[in-house]
């Protein structure tokens, strides 16, 4: 007889019934999941390549050759003397991420070391925008605390001078390279991109407070020839500095700019410097132009940094969960435990940050016009509002990546402008005592500087309005002169601060003053 088949039993069938369930159920979500990374994946690629688009109509170019500067021959290259080149040359573990090792860690140590004691108990609030002249006397006591003496005493100038001989040594080098290299292009691994290590930027800033105080002292020791060298020396780091397309190295400019503005201005209002000192200022100053720094800053920094990063984060997920953990995105325990789950995000995702910074940052390029150099606020504004406030970035979970990057560009423009109306102020303020020079008074307008003595730029417009600047003759010789500046408006003159009765200046508000002196 043939067997008999027994069915199976209820409790059997019941539970290859939720097999088959629990089957379909996975396969609907493994599809849904799948459906999901298409679609965002598709998203993704459609606004890049719309947006790619819209910037080659534009004449932009999104690759790194296009940015990075032509090479030039060591001898002729600034940053490639002996002082600065051994800050390129060092190695990286960790298939070029991990720590930097120099070959020559005693030199990098030697120019760190390359800065003015900052311990000392009557530390200066007030600068030379509050028409401050140097107190070379709190110099001279900062001096003598951090070499553990006593307190110094007579002319500070020569004493402030005799402190700063222990920079001579350096201090040469850098005049002997300036003199004989006459323009400069920093080595850089731009294939490093954010683990490009910036050691010369430290250096520059400490041989540019070095020159700074230097030329102060100088000037109150009636070495007036020594001081302009000291000035132009600062002037020429800074254009050694904004020759290359690095946001760190645009805002060491600026900071550099600032520096040789201070000694500058005391010789200007102390009427110290003759006029071939004045006219080298002048022709110094005309070539600076914010408003192209700042634009090739912003493509280096897309080209070269923002978008190459987010590349390296698509290839290697576990850089984007170290990124967003370090950049203490992800900030609280549940956070970091859940930080992991970075690595499953839509390669789409990435591309719509891709996308979003790219778009920002070419309305950031709009905000600028280099010939001649102009900023618009109202561009600027427009910007903020997009990325800090109101635009898709606050509200679109997916573009994390360019939430985090761009909010630290939106106070570059007017950081940019500001100090590009600076510079022009003191083009004018040195028209004005070439013509004091020349005529034993100062002009009752502008337009009356004798045309030979205006230089290159002659009697440059507010950069970020568009309009003359203000000027007018006061008591007792002098003069005012400032730009109604980021806020468009004229405030009489007043410079804006964080909030009153602050001494911290903030140069989105007030006016942009050339300041006379204050006395203490």
Not at 349 to 369: E, H, M, P, T
Request: glycine fraction near 8%; charged fraction near 25%.
């Amino acid at each position: 007889m043939e067997p008999i088949e027994t069915p199976p039993s209820a409790p059997k069938r019941r539970r290859y019934k939720w097999l088959r369930r629990l089957g379909w159920a996975a396969v609907w979500v493994i599809s849904l999941i799948a459906l999901f990374y298409v679609h965002q994946g598709w998203q993704g690629r459609r606004a890049w390549k719309a947006y790619a688009a819209e910037a080659d109509a534009a004449g932009e170019h999104l690759d790194t050759e296009s940015v990075i500067p032509p090479p030039i021959p060591d001898e002729e290259n600034l940053a490639m003397a002996p002082l600065f080149k051994p800050l390129f040359e060092y190695e990286r573990a960790e298939g070029g991420y991990g720590p930097v090792t120099y070959k020559d860690p005693a030199h990098k140590e030697a120019l760190d070391s390359m800065k003015l004691p900052v311990s000392f108990k009557s530390a200066p609030i007030r600068g030379w925008r509050q028409g401050a002249v140097t107190d070379l006397s709190a110099w001279q006591a900062r001096f003598a605390e951090a070499d553990g003496g006593s307190e110094s005493t007579g002319d500070p100038a020569p004493a402030v001078l005799k402190s700063l001989e222990r920079f001579n040594p350096w201090l040469i080098q850098l005049e002997e390279a300036a003199e004989t290299r006459s323009r400069s292009r920093f080595p850089f691994r731009y294939d490093e991109g954010m683990h490009l290590p910036l050691a010369h930027a430290i250096s520059a800033q400490g041989f540019g407070q070095i020159l700074r105080l230097r030329a102060s002292a100088r000037l109150a020791a009636g070495k007036e020839m020594e001081a302009s060298r000291d000035v132009l020396l600062v002037l020429r780091l800074q254009d050694a500095f904004g020759a290359d397309p690095i946001l760190i190295g645009y805002l060491v400019s600026i900071s550099l700019q600032e520096m040789a503005m201070t000694a500058l201005w005391e010789g200007l209002v102390t009427h110290r410097w003759n006029d071939p000192q004045l006219q080298a200022f002048q022709e110094r100053l005309a070539e600076i132009n914010h408003a192209a720094q700042f634009e090739s800053a912003i493509r280096g920094e897309r080209n070269l940094f923002a978008f190459p990063t987010i590349e390296m984060l698509r290839s290697n997920r576990s850089l984007l969960v170290r990124f967003f953990t370090d950049s203490q995105a992800v900030t609280t325990t549940q956070g970091n435990a859940f930080a992991p789950a970075l690595t499953f995000i839509p390669g789409g995702w990435l591309d719509l940050n891709k996308a979003a910074i790219g778009r920002n940052y070419q309305r950031l390029l709009s905000v600028a016009d280099p010939n001649p150099p102009r900023f618009y606020p109202d561009r600027a504004e427009a910007v903020v509002n997009e990325v800090d406030r109101d635009g898709p970035l606050r509200h679109d979970p997916r573009l994390l990546f360019a939430r985090l990057a761009l909010p630290a560009f939106t106070l570059l423009p007017n950081k940019s402008a500001a100090a590009q109306g600076t510079a022009d102020l003191a083009l004018i303020a040195l028209a004005l005592e070439r013509h004091l020079l020349r005529h034993g008074t100062y002009p009752d307008a502008l337009e009356k500087i004798d045309e030979d003595l205006r230089g290159s730029r002659g009697i440059p417009q507010d950069c970020a309005t568009g309009r003359p600047a203000r000027y007018a003759l006061s008591d007792g010789g002098s003069y005012t002169i400032y730009y109604d500046g980021w806020n468009g408006r004229d405030d009489g003159g007043q410079l804006g601060t964080e909030k009153q009765g602050s001494d911290k200046l903030d140069l989105s508000k007030g006016d942009w003053v050339w300041p006379q002196v204050v006395e203490p």
